[in-house]
């Protein structure tokens, strides 16, 4: 059955901001599937929120809406664009929930919007628990038994009858969020109170345990014609009990007898067709008992998800472009694999290599929270590696992950064994510690559970990391089809083989053109993010574009970037010095580019250039001169710009003794991480000693930055580009919190919403002076703070920012693409580069925080970043791009209701402002005593609270009870356990938006006094950069 | 210690010796297969081969009664790139290893097997072996060269029964007889859970002493060796269809083809694995299917490939054959129905034994022909 012609207009949901279990794989997942549905001929409409993803770019879909993925500005978005089609299936459980709301309120029906991909009972069946298990029972498969539970007593009963441990899966939560595993009857009470409390409708799931099973998942597809293929079996190292997100996995799976496998592939096919996916991939999660050869399903998503796109990238086989065109009406046979040409859809890729993908944790940023690894996921990001053996994977993947610093690990064997009784983040360095330390796989296998052929390849590494890596570097394709046919897709990864026939480069075919080399950003981290990747896939359209190759090294599964169809060739690799250097061995590129994937590249510019690899763009000379603080400092004075007075110190006394001489406050930071890591503001000795104490920042004689700590300063972001001769601004974005909340984790706004004209060019005169300065060929991103009349230079990094996307999209000027023209050798006067790049409109962008995920953790900004992704409102003033920004984040502002209100001294009088302004649009006003007294005097009606300390009812209590619907909370010191981390721990199990700045607090209450019922009018991007931003319309 | 597998081209491909030590010749293949390396090795199918598996870890789950598809091991050997001798495996009886040095079987470790099946797959499956790395390399070449090749060998007959088997005579289903070239356990199994009585003959027997048994169906076996020479087996075939239902499946479906008429020819370097495409023409449905033979028959036309998803005609002495079945792969044919007389055949293994059992309804399909006739 071929193209359904009665479709024209299909719409698409992203899955709106980067957070903790939904990640890039969407943005890959939903780019093939609009380049897809575009090249069929559809007419595609889009809408997320994430500017910083390739699919909102405007060249990817008919019309854009980087609009928050809420019923509201979809709906209107329909009404607006009046789509045939809703393909919910690419923008994992944000878009299949949105969808399912639309569907069930009737907005699809009114506007005649068929679901394509998933219909709506197939979507139930998987989504609902209930539902699932009797869908499973129904067609014969066996589920863990499990028991719904509303209160403590009840839970109290289902252990009797399912005995520990038990699972405990709270109602309605997003991702697993306040569930947990009870091993005892005490925790069970603790994770179960929890978990009632966290659910919205006080409802558990308890479930049966199956800890210490295997973890199994397939990947299926299947066709209108009720074809099914699986894609890839994934085998999770660790056992059931470490979420699959968390966990280290293998593809293909290794340890199941072809009997087992089979069982597993007839279940995986009665899953999809049980629940009544028509068409599509589906993810399908299994626990088996190796022992018994029990197994039971876990659970199905009726969709691409993390594990597809991991499926994908493992075996060559893009299920989410043809989950598109299965969406559309064909057939798996009538779809071609792109990779071999010759042989169609419906088949199951044969791998000849082993696949090994590792979460990267960012635990370091959250000092509080519990590390262990349980049922909900923690991991920010993924590294995968081929190699053609289990180890060989295995160690690249282990080089892949790029941690600042070896995990911490024990020395003595009972330290070893006792922590590995739980599995922690660092569990695999310890596993491997103690095998050195002489445990035997059955006592590790006692422990951990995992399958002894794997803990007997990881004894052999723990022996001999190299072993594996005996023999010569070649490389070898992904091909789908274990060589039985010829290769067309470029799509490489290095083995280590006994030199044969074929030599170093193996099977790379290289043709005759000039090629560049892209490094990516490797794993998603906090501060190193999808941005990145955004940047290196412009860079590859780019330099084919020029009639060049384009060749990308990365090592992560999720992005845009590893997907073979970005560049000309693709090298899975992770980029390591001497990775990169067997890359460029066979590859003999013009040059290789280090500035589009953040931090990663760039710290390999120096070694790349010294082994006389020549580097496109900015110098290694000129990013060490960005990079030193003394030269950077050097260049500042000699061009008289003002900086923050600092000192680099050594040791703990010299930076007390340094200390006086910037004066407090000041920031203090240790030379060797970067990202804002380990970053304090310290106000006394007292202070900064102890900080030094608490990081280890001074261990060793290691330098300590100590910056003069620019108080109540507002914040500038400047992206430029400059070919060495001129300089060229692309934006300018003003911080809506003030400096000392770090940049990734400030909302901002594009264009500066209150510079003066003269600030304004005194920033773009500085900028200019610093490229200059520096010698920059490509990207520069500058940042300022603003004291009073003064403009102060924070830092300026020789690369492409974390901003770039947001830009792009703000003003339609595509600067990494520029960029990349320059670093190719064009000139910027070549570039028609518009003057002034800014419209009718503004844009604001929001960071988004991962407490909700971390509970224990302190919800409050600072100097260390730890937003994991981030969102875009795009209207004509100010408060309306903010309150969608904020909308979008997930903190939808009350539009009525109870504002609580508590504040430090200084900012009381700000304070009484804010809670004025709400007050008279009719907010209750509720206060700590203080501030309420505060807020009398200035004249605000207000309530006064509790302290925690008063007694109950205190402010806690209300805000548990659901009477407070916005919380306004400036710190008062530092430290855990304060009344601010109770309030804000409270509101961030609650989901109320908690704002913890004054000036986000302003823009908060302006948002909300300039909104309105209907919502704000949605805007497409394709509209926005024409500068066609429609008139509001009067009130 | 050291081995090596030389090609008849002359190609050395190095590793390290992890069962019998060899010397172990005969034709080079590959497996594509994922899971099942102890079902390959006990498959008949693989008799006089050296198997190449393209799965790099071979022997994570060890070797066990279960996995056996016969009552030993046929390929000559095994040729892999990181395999481990697992005792511990749940299940498992033996390590594989031990189990491939008990059954005698060469085997070694190592090896780049990517590039090797790259080679084969660019130069055609060719004769080879593998030798201990003390073993001069021009005494390599002479073994190598005293192997016969594969086409035009009829190996059938060293993996047939002596004597008929009778199975389950009081089975309450029809009288299936089996003609013997090989079979693999799996089918075997397939058939009894199905309540057929199946009985196995050598591979020898003639058409009346097969007809004598009174069958409800003559069902023609998998196993190894080129179909061309097996003219005797091909002839008892002749004298059998038209009087009862015949039925085959891959070397079985090869004899059917050859006994009304069709040809046959080898295919370059042979299906082997689990994730073959086969289309259904008459119901559209497309099965993964497992798969291992190293010969096909040539469609209508005279070409090796058939190039419609149609039900195409070949006349037959038999009358008019359809093709039923079509390999997305490569277009190569996967089975055909005889109109006129009772009979069909799969190229494929719809018992899987290893690998994907998406076909098993063929012996459902089968079975209810049986009892319609
Ligand atoms: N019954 C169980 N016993 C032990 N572990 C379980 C059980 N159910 C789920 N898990 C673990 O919890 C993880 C998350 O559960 P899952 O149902 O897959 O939720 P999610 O939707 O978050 O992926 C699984 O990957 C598995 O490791
Ligand atoms: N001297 C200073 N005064 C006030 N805030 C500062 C100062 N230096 C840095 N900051 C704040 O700390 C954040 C992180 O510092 P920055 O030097 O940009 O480090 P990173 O390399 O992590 O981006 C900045 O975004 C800013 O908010
Ligand atoms: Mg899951
Ligand atoms: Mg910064």
Known sequence: MPRRDDLNKILILGSGPIVIGQAAEFDYSGVQACKVLLEEGYEVVLVNSNPATIMTDPEFADRTYVEPLLPGPVTQVIARERPDALLPTLGGQTALNLAKTLAEDGTLERHGVELIGADLDAIRRAEDRDLFRDTMVAAGLRVPRSVIATTLDDAGAAREELGLPIIVRPAFTLGGRGGGIARTAEELDEVAARGLKASPIGQVLLEESVLGWGEFELEVMRDRNDNVVIVCSIENVDPMGVHTGDSVTVAPQQTLTDRQYQALRDQAITVIRAVGVETGGSNVQFAVNPRTDEIVVIEMNPRVSRSSALASKATGFPIAKIAARLAVGYALEEIPNDITRVTPASFEPALDYVVVKWPRFAFEKFPDVDDGLTTHMKSVGEVMAIGRTFQQAFGKALRSLELDAPPDVPSDMDALLARLERPRADRYAVLLEAFRAGASVDTLHELTSIDPWYLRELERFAHAPDGDFAGARTFKSVDTCAAEFAATTPYYYSAWERPGPSGARGEVARGERPSVVILGSGPNRIGQGIEFDYCCVHAAMTVRESGRDAVMVNCNPETVSTDYDTSDRLYFEPLTLEDVLGVVEVEQPEGVIVQFGGQTPLKLAAPLAQAGVALLGTSVDAIDLAEDRRRFGELLARLGYRAPPYAIAQGLDDAVEAAQSVGYPLLARPSYVLGGRAMEIVYSDDDLRAYLARSGAAHGGREIYLDRFLERAVEIDVDALCDGEEAWIGGIMQHVEEAGVHSGDSACVLPPHSLGPEMLAQVRDQVTGIALGLGVVGLLNVQFAVVGEHLYVIEANPRASRTVPFVSKATGVPLAKLACRVMLGEPLSALDLPTEANGDHVSVKEAVLPFDRFLGSDALLGPEMRSTGEVMGIARDFPTAFAKAQAAAGAVLPQSGTVFITVTDRDKDSAAGIAAQLGDVGFRIVATRGTARALSRMGVRCDSVNKIAEGSPHVVDLIEGGEVDLVVNTPTGSGARTDGYEIRRAAVARGIPCITTVSGAFAAARAIISARAEGPPVLALQDVHRGAVPEPQPR | ?373
Not at chain 2, 242 to 254: A, D, M, S, W
Request: net charge negative; hydrophobic share 40%; with cysteine.
């Open chain 2, 1 to 373: 210690m050291t081995a090596y597998v030389l090609l008849e081209d002359g190609t050395r491909w190095d590793g390290e010796a992890c069962a019998a030590p060899g010397p172990a010749v005969g034709e080079i293949v590959f497996t594509t297969g994922m899971s099942g390396y102890q079902e390959s090795m006990t498959d008949p199918s693989f008799a006089g081969q050296l198997i190449t598996f393209t799965q790099p870890h071979v022997g994570n789950y060890g070797a066990s009664a279960e996995a056996m598809e016969s009552d030993r091991a046929h390929g000559r050997a095994a040729i892999m790139r990181s395999a481990v001798n697992r005792e511990d495996a749940a299940g498992a009886t033996a390590g594989w290893l031990d189990w491939l040095a008990d059954s005698g079987v060469a085997a070694i470790t190592g090896v780049d097997t990517r590039a090797l099946v790259r080679h084969i797959r660019e130069r055609g499956a060719m004769r080879g072996g593998v030798f201990p790395g003390a073993l001069d390399e021009g005494r390599a070449r002479e073994l190598i060269e005293a192997e016969p090749p594969m086409e035009g060998r009829d190996l059938a007959r060293d993996v047939s029964p002596g004597e008929p088997i009778v199975l389950d005579p009081d089975a309450p289903g029809p009288r299936v007889v089996a003609l013997d070239t090989g079979i693999k356990d799996s089918i075997v199994r397939n058939w009894r859970e199905r309540g057929v009585r199946l009985e196995l003959h050598p591979c020898g027997a003639s058409a009346s002493a097969l007809l004598a048994r009174e069958p409800d169906a003559i069902f023609l076996a998998n196993g190894p060796g080129d179909p061309a020479a097996l003219d005797h087996v091909v002839a008892t075939v002749r004298g059998l269809v038209g009087k009862v239902p015949v039925y085959g499946i891959c070397l079985g479906h090869l004899l059917l083809c050859r006994a009304v008429g069709l040809e046959t020819y080898k295919l370059p370097f042979g299906h082997r694995g689990a994730n073959h495409p086969v289309k259904d023409l008459a119901t559209g449905r497309i099965d993964i299917t497992s798969q291992n033979h190293g010969f096909a028959v040539v469609g209508p036309d005279g070409e090796g490939t058939i190039a419609a998803d149609e039900p195409v005609r070949w006349e037959t002495d038999f009358g008019v054959a359809e093709l039923s079945q079509l390999n997305l792969y490569d277009r190569t044919v996967e089975g055909l129905v005889l109109r006129d007389v009772p009979g069909a055949a799969v190229q494929y293994h719809p018992e899987a034994g290893p690998g994907p059992h998406d076909a098993n309804h063929l012996f459902d399909d089968f079975l209810a022909e049986i009892e319609r006739a």
